[in-house]
């Protein structure tokens, strides 16, 4: 028998479903590539990179005032396609391709934002030494995982413990090996994907859990750029842009639902083109800018979700008495005190596969589930001033 289970119920007032790019302040150092950018806090930071010049300059980026502040400098050598991750409020930057044509480099350094200061830290083995690889953080461990360096394409990963100063090597990430991937983190799980190896472009997609030192492939990802893409998480979605196919750069933008496993094509990026930017999440928005196409950049963007986005629960949040709920037999009941207003299933295409009227004349009211089938459906209640309740159900 089909059950259906109440994944999340989203209930607070919205005025609109739009995503949107809002162009912000440029970056405040020179346009560049293969920069690195990180979190802390409530803060963005951005430096090292390539234009003609390496550099080692490292600013903050602070969303409420849209402004950026250069703060002391990165004390490695002037790098570009280095990694960057942060634990504990702690940012930690290492490898990439420095000045002084050492191609591979293995030396990380830890910045603390309320000192403004870095420190040296342990390195990687030399014989891990990379660059063009990715870096991340999940729960209180740092991570460095593919590239490229003298013996060939990477696809081992580390796991760096801040408690300790030491790595340790992991189980390697499950695809081919590969340099110019993306990584994120939602949830306690790491997620890294595409890429490309000597002219071949990659569209898979992989789930790393720290706890039991496991890969699970997920959905291939659908966009164009496959390439040198930018990358970042908000709640429950992780979000792929731009990127090139190593002869053209994209702007298309696509956001990957943990639950479902689904990629939705967004709104595309607002900036030019380009592959070699940064991505970085700073609170509940998405940051991406800089990066190559036939110019350097030093733009930058600021990436608001649909306002309909819906925040992962385990149980029904009540707000003006509206709920969804299951009954035994195949139906969900709709519980509301709206005196007008139209409730609307959707599949994950966004179709509308279902529509009803809520009213003072059917505050209870159930709907059968059989016409809907299995899977992931989303639904609305909408008033005149716009959506007000929306969610997700899964019909299994």
């Known amino acids: 028998m089909k059950s259906i289970t109440l994944l999340f119920i989203l209930l607070l007032p919205f005025t609109s479903r739009s995503q949107t790019w809002t162009q912000k302040a440029n970056f405040g150092g020179s346009a560049r590539r293969s920069a690195v950018a990180i979190a802390i806090g409530d ?24 402004t950026w ?9 002037e790098r570009f396609s280095a990694v960057g991750f942060t634990v504990n409020n702690i940012g930690y930057v290492g490898t990439g391709y420095d000045v002084n044509n050492n191609f591979n480099t293995s030396d990380f350094y830890s910045y603390d934002p309320s000192a403004n200061s870095w420190v040296p830290i342990a390195s990687l083995p030399p014989a891990a030494a990379r660059r063009y690889a990715v870096g991340l953080a999940v729960s209180t461990k740092g991570y460095v995982g593919t590239g490229v360096n003298d013996y060939g394409y990477l696809k081992d990963f580390w796991q760096y413990d801040p408690d300790t100063d030491t ?5 390697d990430f499950p695809g081919d090996a590969r340099y110019e991937c993306i990584s994120f983190t939602i949830k306690g799980r790491g997620y890294i994907g595409i890429g490309a190896y000597s002219g071949t472009l990659y569209h898979d997609f992989y789930e790393y859990n720290p706890e039991t030192d496991m890969w699970t492939q997920k959905s291939d990802y659908p966009g164009s750029g496959q390439d040198a893409a930018f990358s970042f998480a908000i709640k429950d979605t992780g979000y792929i842009g731009g990127g090139s196919d190593q002869q053209n750069s994209f702007s298309d933008f696509w956001g990957w639902d943990e639950f479902s496993d689904t990629w939705i094509q967004k709104a595309d990026f607002g900036g030019a083109p380009r592959a070699f930017g940064v991505g970085v999440t700073i609170g509940a928005k998405g940051y991406a800018g800089l990066g190559e196409q036939a110019n350097y950049y030093n733009d930058w ?13 385990n149980s029904p949040v009540y707000q003006k008495d509206f709920f ?13 005190l709206f ?33 809907f089938g299995e899977g992931i459906f989303l639904y609305e209640a909408r008033e005149e001033t716009g959506i007000s309740e929306a969610g997700k159900l899964l019909l299994q």
């Open 339 to 371: 005196s007008s207003a139209t409730f609307s299933i959707y599949d994950l295409n966004g179709r509308k596969i279902f529509s009803t009227a809520l009213n003072e004349s059917n505050h209870e009211l159930l709907i059968s589930a059989k016409i």
């Open 301 to 313: 963007w600021e990436y608001c979700p649909d306002t309909s986005a819906i925040p992962t629960g």
């Open 167 to 171: 790595w340790t090597q992991k189980t």
């Open 69 to 77: 502040t250069q703060k002391a400098d990165f004390i490695g050598t």
């Open 324 to 336: 969804v709920s299951e009954i035994p037999g195949q139906s969900i009941l709709i519980h509301h």
């Open 43 to 66: 803060k963005g930071y951005t430096g090292t990179g390539y234009n003609g010049n390496f550099y080692k300059d490292w600013w903050e980026y602070d969303p409420a005032a849209d």
